[in-house]
C-alpha cells in the first residue's frame, strides 16, 4: 500500500478541495514560496498524528481566511483532509477493513475534520474516521500501523542529537527495546547497578557519604535525620539511553576510521552539513529499527534537506533516498527550493506547486501526468540540469537557443519594459524580469518542443494525445532563429523562408496552447539586432574593440561605425548585418556588448519578435 491522494480543504492557504497527487516512492514538492508545500506536509503529519514531539495542534489562525478580510473575521468553518492509499494487498485488506472504499477493496480512506469551534480548554473539535462515510470506524491500533517520521525545516541538528528526554536517539533505542520486550533485565540495567555497587567501595565516595550523613545527623539530630548514599540514579533502560548522546569521527578520505572512543567529538565541532546527514541518519535508522509484521507503510516526510549541503552532497543525498525508497519500500516526500535537488531525480518524483493570479489557490502539477512522450522525457532526464531546473520555480520562463541570446536578453528585456511602462502608465509595469520571477533558459540548441511540453496545456476541441494532460501553468515563450538559407539577407519587406526544424511550433501553439508560445526572426539573433534603428554603428564599434590587429576588417567596422544608418536602406543594412554575423565570436561578443549596455546605459534598439515575447509573458 502506498499514499496516493491527499485532498485538503480549509487548512491554511487552501480554500477549496486541493488535491495532490503521490506516486509510491520518491516524491519530491518543488516551487516558489508561499504555494503550499509546507502546509501539504503540515496536513499529513496532522491525519497521520506524526510530530517530532508526539504532539499536534491546530490554532484560530490554520483555519482558510482571504487576504483581503480582517484579520478579527472568523476563518473557515472546517478542516478538512483525507488520505486515499491504494494497492493494498490481501493482508492489508483484511487489517484495514474498516477504512477500505466500498467500490475498490485495494484503496481504503483515512479522513479528519476539525470544526472551527473550541471548547472551554480552547482546544478544537476534530473527528477522524475510516472509509468514505463520516460514521465510520476508526481505530488507534491502524493508524498506528502506519510509521510516520517528519525532518522538520532549518533544523538544529546539533541540538536534536543531544542527550534528552524525547530525544531522537532516546527514541530510536527505546523502539529497539520494545521489539526485544522481555521481563529480563536488560545488560545495561546489569552493568549500571553493578557500577552502583562498585562505587560504593571507592574510597571518595565512601568519604563524601561519610561527610553527607554528618551534615544530616547534626543539623536535624538523629530523631528527624535521614540516610543517603551517593550512586547514579539512571539504572532503568529508558533513563539511560536518554543520557546517551552522538558523536562523531571526521573521517578523512584515504585515513580510514577509528575504533578509539577518545577519538570521537563533540557535534558542536562538526559543520551545520555533515551534522544534518548525521540527524537524517538516525531517522532512517527508525525505520530500520522499528520495522515489525504490524508495520504497514512507511512514509518520511523532509522539509528542506538541502539546508547546508553543498551540490555534491545534495545530490549524493537525493540519489540515497531514492534508492531507500525503492529497496526498504519507504513513500519519502520532500519540499525543496534547491534546484540541484530538482535536477538530480526522476521527473515522475517531482510534483510542481504553482501560484497564479487566476486562482485563489495554489495550482499543482505532477509532472508524470504532463504527457510527456518517451524521448521528451529521455531528453529532459538528461538535460534538466541545475541551471534549467530553475524553470520549475520560476513565475514565467522565457527559452533562448543559446549563451549569446542569454546573456543579452536580460539587458534588453530592460528597455523593452520600459516602452511598455512608457506606453501603458496605468499598467505599472516592473523593472525587470527577475521583478516578475522569469526565469531565462538557455537550452544550447533548438529543444523547444521538449521543454514547452512541460507547459503546454493543450486544450483542443477534438480528441488527442493531449486530452486531459496536465502543464505547468505559467507562460512560457521561447526565442528561436528563423534560419533561412546561409547566404540570406532578409528584411522585414522581403523575408526568407527558415530552414529551422521547430518553426512548426510557432502556428501549433499558438492554436492549440495556453501557456506556451514560440516567437521568431527573420535570420538570426545578431543579424536581427544589427537590422535596428542604429544598432550597427553600436555593434561595429564593440566588435572594434576586440580586435587584436589592424586590416581591412577594423577599416571596414570603422566605416560603418561613421555611417548613418538611419538614412541606410533596408537592402544595405541586411548587407552590413550579414558581413558582420560573419566575423564575431557569438559568445564573445555577446559579453562584450551586454557590459557595453550595461555600463553605457546606451539606448539600443530591441528586434520586434523579442518585444512580442516579453508582452506576451508580461501581460
Same mark, same amino acid.
Given at each position: 500500500?502506498?499514499?496516493?491522494?491527499?485532498?485538503?480543504?480549509?487548512?491554511?492557504?487552501?480554500?477549496?478541495?486541493?488535491?495532490?497527487? &503521490?506516486?509510491?516512492?520518491?516524491?519530491?514538492?518543488?516551487?516558489?514560496?508561499?504555494?503550499?508545500?509546507?502546509?501539504?506536509?503540515?496536513?499529513?503529519?496532522?491525519?497521520? *498524528?506524526?510530530?517530532?514531539?508526539?504532539?499536534?495542534?491546530?490554532?484560530? *489562525?490554520?483555519?482558510?481566511?482571504?487576504?483581503?478580510? $480582517?484579520?478579527?473575521?472568523?476563518?473557515?468553518?472546517?478542516?478538512?483532509?483525507?488520505?486515499? =492509499?491504494?494497492?493494498?494487498?490481501?493482508?492489508?485488506?483484511?487489517?484495514?477493513?474498516?477504512?477500505?472504499?466500498?467500490?475498490?477493496?485495494?484503496?481504503?480512506?483515512? *479522513?479528519?475534520?476539525?470544526?472551527?469551534?473550541?471548547?472551554?480548554?480552547?482546544?478544537?473539535?476534530?473527528?477522524?474516521?475510516?472509509?468514505?462515510?463520516?460514521?465510520?470506524?476508526?481505530?488507534? #491500533?491502524?493508524?498506528?500501523?502506519?510509521?510516520?517520521?517528519?525532518?522538520?525545516?532549518?533544523?538544529?541538528?546539533?541540538?536534536?542529537?543531544?542527550?534528552?528526554?524525547?530525544?531522537?536517539?532516546?527514541?530510536?533505542?527505546?523502539?529497539?527495546?520494545?521489539?526485544?520486550?522481555?521481563?529480563?533485565?536488560?545488560?545495561?540495567?546489569?552493568?549500571?547497578?553493578?557500577?552502583?555497587?562498585?562505587?560504593?567501595?571507592?574510597?571518595?565516595?565512601?568519604?563524601?557519604?561519610? @561527610?553527607?550523613?554528618?551534615?544530616?545527623?547534626?543539623?536535624?539530630? !538523629?530523631?528527624?535525620?535521614?540516610?543517603? /548514599?551517593?550512586?547514579?540514579?539512571?539504572?532503568? =533502560?529508558?533513563?539511560?539511553?536518554?543520557?546517551?548522546?552522538?558523536? =562523531?569521527?571526521?573521517?578523512?578520505?584515504?585515513?580510514?576510521?577509528?575504533?578509539?572512543?577518545?577519538?570521537?567529538?563533540?557535534?558542536?565541532?562538526?559543520?551545520?552539513?555533515?551534522?544534518?546527514?548525521?540527524?537524517?541518519?538516525?531517522?532512517?535508522?527508525?525505520?530500520?529499527?522499528?520495522?515489525?509484521?504490524?508495520?504497514?507503510?512507511?512514509?518520511? &516526510?523532509?522539509?528542506?534537506?538541502?539546508?547546508?549541503?553543498?551540490?555534491?552532497?545534495?545530490?549524493?543525498?537525493?540519489?540515497?533516498?531514492?534508492?531507500?525508497?525503492?529497496?526498504?519500500?519507504?513513500?519519502?516526500?520532500?519540499?525543496?527550493?534547491?534546484?540541484?535537488?530538482?535536477?538530480?531525480?526522476?521527473?515522475?518524483?517531482?510534483?510542481?506547486?504553482?501560484?497564479?493570479?487566476?486562482?485563489?489557490?495554489?495550482?499543482?502539477?505532477?509532472?508524470?501526468?504532463?504527457?510527456? !512522450?518517451?524521448?521528451?522525457?529521455?531528453?529532459?532526464?538528461?538535460?534538466?540540469?541545475?541551471?534549467?531546473?530553475?524553470? &520549475?520555480?520560476?513565475?514565467?520562463?522565457?527559452?533562448?537557443?543559446?549563451?549569446?541570446?542569454?546573456?543579452?536578453?536580460?539587458?534588453?528585456?530592460?528597455?523593452?519594459?520600459?516602452?511598455?511602462?512608457?506606453?501603458?502608465?496605468?499598467?505599472?509595469?516592473?523593472?525587470?524580469?527577475?521583478? @516578475?520571477?522569469?526565469?531565462?533558459?538557455?537550452?544550447?540548441?533548438?529543444?523547444?518542443?521538449?521543454?514547452?511540453?512541460?507547459?503546454?496545456?493543450?486544450?483542443?476541441? $477534438?480528441?488527442?494525445?493531449?486530452?486531459?494532460?496536465?502543464?505547468?501553468?505559467?507562460?512560457?515563450?521561447?526565442?528561436?532563429?528563423?534560419?533561412?538559407?546561409?547566404?540570406?539577407?532578409?528584411?522585414? /519587406?522581403?523575408?526568407?523562408?527558415?530552414?529551422?526544424?521547430?518553426?512548426?511550433?510557432?502556428?501549433?501553439?499558438?492554436?492549440?496552447?495556453?501557456?506556451?508560445?514560440?516567437?521568431?526572426?527573420?535570420?538570426?539573433?545578431?543579424?536581427?539586432?544589427?537590422?535596428?534603428?542604429?544598432?550597427?554603428?553600436?555593434?561595429?564599434?564593440?566588435? &572594434?574593440?576586440?580586435?587584436?590587429?589592424?586590416?581591412?576588417?577594423?577599416?571596414?567596422?570603422?566605416? @560603418?561605425?561613421?555611417?548613418?544608418?538611419?538614412?541606410?536602406? !533596408? #537592402?544595405?543594412?541586411?548587407?552590413?548585418? =550579414?558581413?558582420?554575423?560573419?566575423?564575431?565570436?557569438?559568445?564573445?561578443?555577446?559579453?562584450?556588448?551586454?557590459?557595453?549596455?550595461?555600463?553605457?546605459?546606451?539606448?539600443?534598439?530591441?528586434?520586434?519578435?523579442?518585444?512580442?515575447?516579453?508582452?506576451?509573458?508580461?501581460?
Amino acid at each position: 500500500m502506498h499514499l496516493k491522494t491527499l485532498k485538503i480543504k480549509g487548512y491554511k492557504a487552501f480554500s477549496g478541495e486541493f488535491t495532490v497527487k &503521490l506516486n509510491n516512492g520518491l516524491n519530491i514538492l518543488v516551487g516558489e514560496n508561499a504555494t503550499g508545500k509546507s502546509t501539504i506536509i503540515d496536513a499529513l503529519r496532522l491525519i497521520l *498524528s506524526e510530530d517530532e514531539y508526539g504532539r499536534g495542534g491546530i490554532t484560530a *489562525s490554520d483555519f482558510h481566511k482571504p487576504l483581503h478580510l $480582517s484579520t478579527k473575521t472568523k476563518g473557515a468553518p472546517r478542516i478538512s483532509i483525507a488520505c486515499e =492509499f491504494d494497492n493494498l494487498n490481501d493482508d492489508e485488506q483484511v487489517v484495514y477493513l474498516p477504512w477500505l472504499n466500498l467500490n475498490d477493496p485495494k484503496k481504503a480512506i483515512l *479522513s479528519l475534520a476539525i470544526e472551527n469551534k473550541e471548547d472551554n480548554r480552547g482546544r478544537f473539535k476534530r473527528k477522524i474516521w475510516g472509509n468514505e462515510s463520516e460514521s465510520g470506524l476508526f481505530e488507534w #491500533e491502524l493508524l498506528n500501523r502506519i510509521n510516520c517520521i517528519y525532518l522538520p525545516p532549518l533544523r538544529d541538528a546539533e541540538d536534536k542529537l543531544k542527550a534528552y528526554k524525547g530525544s531522537r536517539l532516546s527514541r530510536l533505542l527505546k523502539n529497539l527495546r520494545i521489539q526485544d520486550e522481555s521481563d529480563e533485565m536488560h545488560p545495561l540495567e546489569k552493568k549500571f547497578a553493578m557500577l552502583n555497587k562498585d562505587l560504593l567501595n571507592d574510597s571518595s565516595i565512601q568519604i563524601a557519604n561519610s @561527610y553527607i550523613k554528618d551534615n544530616i545527623l547534626k543539623a536535624v539530630g !538523629p530523631v528527624f535525620g535521614q540516610d543517603a /548514599s551517593l550512586q547514579f540514579t539512571e539504572i532503568n =533502560f529508558d533513563r539511560i539511553v536518554e543520557r546517551i548522546r552522538l558523536l =562523531f569521527y571526521p573521517v578523512i578520505p584515504g585515513a580510514g576510521s577509528t575504533n578509539s572512543v577518545d577519538m570521537f567529538r563533540e557535534l558542536s565541532e562538526n559543520s551545520l552539513g555533515f551534522n544534518n546527514i548525521l540527524y537524517l541518519a538516525t531517522i532512517l535508522a527508525e525505520f530500520d529499527g522499528t520495522e515489525t509484521t504490524d508495520t504497514f507503510h512507511k512514509i518520511l &516526510l523532509i522539509e528542506e534537506p538541502e539546508a547546508h549541503l553543498h551540490p555534491q552532497l545534495q545530490i549524493r543525498l537525493m540519489h540515497y533516498l531514492q534508492q531507500r525508497s525503492i529497496e526498504n519500500k519507504i513513500q519519502i516526500i520532500v519540499t525543496t527550493h534547491s534546484t540541484t535537488l530538482a535536477s538530480s531525480v526522476d521527473l515522475n518524483a517531482i510534483k510542481v506547486l504553482s501560484a497564479t493570479k487566476d486562482s485563489s489557490m495554489p495550482i499543482f502539477t505532477a509532472v508524470e501526468e504532463c504527457c510527456l !512522450p518517451s524521448p521528451t522525457k529521455d531528453f529532459l532526464e538528461r538535460w534538466l540540469d541545475i541551471t534549467k531546473s530553475t524553470l &520549475l520555480f520560476a513565475k514565467g520562463v522565457l527559452l533562448v537557443e543559446g549563451i549569446a541570446e542569454a546573456m543579452l536578453i536580460k539587458q534588453l528585456s530592460k528597455t523593452v519594459l520600459r516602452e511598455l511602462m512608457a506606453e501603458n502608465p496605468e499598467k505599472h509595469y516592473c523593472d525587470t524580469l527577475d521583478d @516578475y520571477g522569469i526565469s531565462i533558459i538557455n537550452l544550447n540548441g533548438l529543444y523547444f518542443n521538449h521543454f514547452m511540453a512541460l507547459f503546454k496545456g493543450y486544450h483542443r476541441k $477534438s480528441e488527442d494525445v493531449f486530452a486531459g494532460c496536465s502543464g505547468i501553468p505559467v507562460r512560457c515563450a521561447g526565442l528561436t532563429d528563423n534560419d533561412p538559407d546561409k547566404e540570406g539577407r532578409p528584411t522585414q /519587406s522581403s523575408p526568407l523562408i527558415g530552414k529551422n526544424h521547430q518553426l512548426y511550433l510557432v502556428q501549433e501553439l499558438e492554436d492549440n496552447s495556453i501557456n506556451c508560445r514560440l516567437f521568431t526572426n527573420l535570420k538570426t539573433f545578431e543579424y536581427d539586432l544589427a537590422l535596428e534603428g542604429t544598432n550597427l554603428s553600436l555593434m561595429c564599434d564593440v566588435q &572594434l574593440k576586440l580586435m587584436e590587429t589592424d586590416g581591412t576588417i577594423k577599416s571596414q567596422l570603422q566605416t @560603418y561605425i561613421d555611417n548613418d544608418w538611419e538614412a541606410a536602406t !533596408p #537592402e544595405e543594412k541586411a548587407d552590413a548585418a =550579414f558581413w558582420l554575423l560573419n566575423r564575431i565570436d557569438k559568445g564573445v561578443f555577446a559579453q562584450a556588448l551586454t557590459q557595453y549596455l550595461v555600463k553605457s546605459q546606451t539606448e539600443f534598439q530591441v528586434p520586434l519578435y523579442i518585444k512580442k515575447a516579453i508582452k506576451w509573458l508580461v501581460d
